[in-house]
T-cell receptor
Framework: EAGVTQFPSHSVIEKGQTVTLRCDPI?????LYWYRRVMGKEIKFLLH????????ESGMPNNRFLAERTGGTYSTLKVQPAELEDSGVYFC????????????FGQGTRLTVV | GENVEQHPSTLSVQEGDSAVIKCTYS??????FPWYKQELGKRPQLIID?????GEKKDQRIAVTLNKTAKHFSLHITETQPEDSAVYFC??????????FGTGTLLAVQP
C-alpha cells in the first residue's frame, strides 16, 4: 500500500511568488490534514479535510494560504504571495477515522522563501 | 488554549541507557496521545499511542505512561540503540480532532 506522498520535496521561491504544494493521501482515507513545522518549533496544525469539505481551518495563518481538495482525493496548498515567514516544512497526513487513530504522515515539503 | 509542553528539547544518552521524554497538556478533553519518531530526512512515524482509559502501554523497549489527573504523559525507551536517534514528538488529540504537538526532543544515542 502506498503511503502519503507529497510533492515537491523541496521548493525555494522568492518573496512574492506563488507556490503550490500537493498531497496524495492513502487511498480510502477520508481525513486529510495539513501541518507545518517552522524551524525548531512544534508541528502546527493548519487545517483538516473530511473528504472534500473543510472540517477545521482554524490553523491557517492568513488569507495568503488556500487549501483545496476537489473530489475528495488529493489536496493542494497554495501560498500566494509567499512571505519570508512562510518558510518551513509542510506536512500532510491522512487517517481513516477522525478520532483516536493513527495519522499517517507524508515526508513533507521543505519550503524556503528568500 | 490548547498547548503541549515537551521536555527536554535535546537528550544525549549512552547506548544501553534509558531515555525519558515528558509532555504536559492543557486540554482536559484530550483523550488520545500518540508519539511520533522522525528520523533525519524522513517522515514522522507513529511509534506508540495511548488512550485516556489506559494508564500505561508497553511495546518491547518502548513504553508510554499517562497521568490524566496531572495532565502529563511520558515516553520511556529502554536499552537504547543508535538507531533510536531521532526527533520524538508527543501529541494530544481532543474534541477538535486535530493533533496538537510538542516542540520535539532530539535524542542522540552515543555508541
Amino acid at each position: 500500500e502506498a503511503g502519503v506522498t507529497q510533492f515537491p520535496s523541496h521548493s525555494v521561491i522568492e518573496k512574492g511568488q506563488t507556490v503550490t504544494l500537493r498531497c496524495d493521501p492513502i487511498s480510502g482515507h477520508d481525513n486529510l490534514y495539513w501541518y507545518r513545522r517552522v524551524m525548531g518549533k512544534e508541528i502546527k496544525f493548519l487545517l483538516h479535510f473530511v473528504k472534500e469539505s473543510k472540517q477545521d481551518e482554524s490553523g491557517m495563518p492568513n488569507n495568503r494560504f488556500l487549501a483545496e481538495r476537489t473530489g475528495g482525493t488529493y489536496s493542494t496548498l497554495k501560498v500566494q504571495p509567499a512571505e519570508l515567514e512562510d518558510s518551513g516544512v509542510y506536512f500532510c497526513a491522512s487517517s481513516q477515522a477522525h478520532m483516536n487513530t493513527e495519522a499517517f504522515f507524508g515526508q513533507g515539503t521543505r519550503l524556503t522563501v528568500v | 488554549g490548547e498547548n503541549v509542553e515537551q521536555h527536554p528539547s535535546t537528550l544525549s544518552v549512552q547506548e544501553g541507557d534509558s531515555a525519558v521524554i515528558k509532555c504536559t497538556y492543557s486540554d482536559s478533553a484530550s483523550n488520545y496521545f500518540p508519539w511520533y519518531k522522525q528520523e533525519l530526512g524522513k517522515r514522522p512515524q507513529l511509534i506508540i499511542d495511548i488512550r485516556s482509559n489506559v494508564g500505561e502501554k508497553k511495546d518491547q523497549r518502548i513504553a508510554v505512561t499517562l497521568n490524566k489527573t496531572a495532565k502529563h504523559f511520558s515516553l520511556h525507551i529502554t536499552e537504547t540503540q543508535p538507531e533510536d536517534s531521532a526527533v520524538y514528538f508527543c501529541a494530544e488529540q481532543g474534541a477538535t480532532n486535530k493533533l496538537i504537538f510538542g516542540t520535539g526532543t532530539l535524542l542522540a544515542v552515543q555508541p
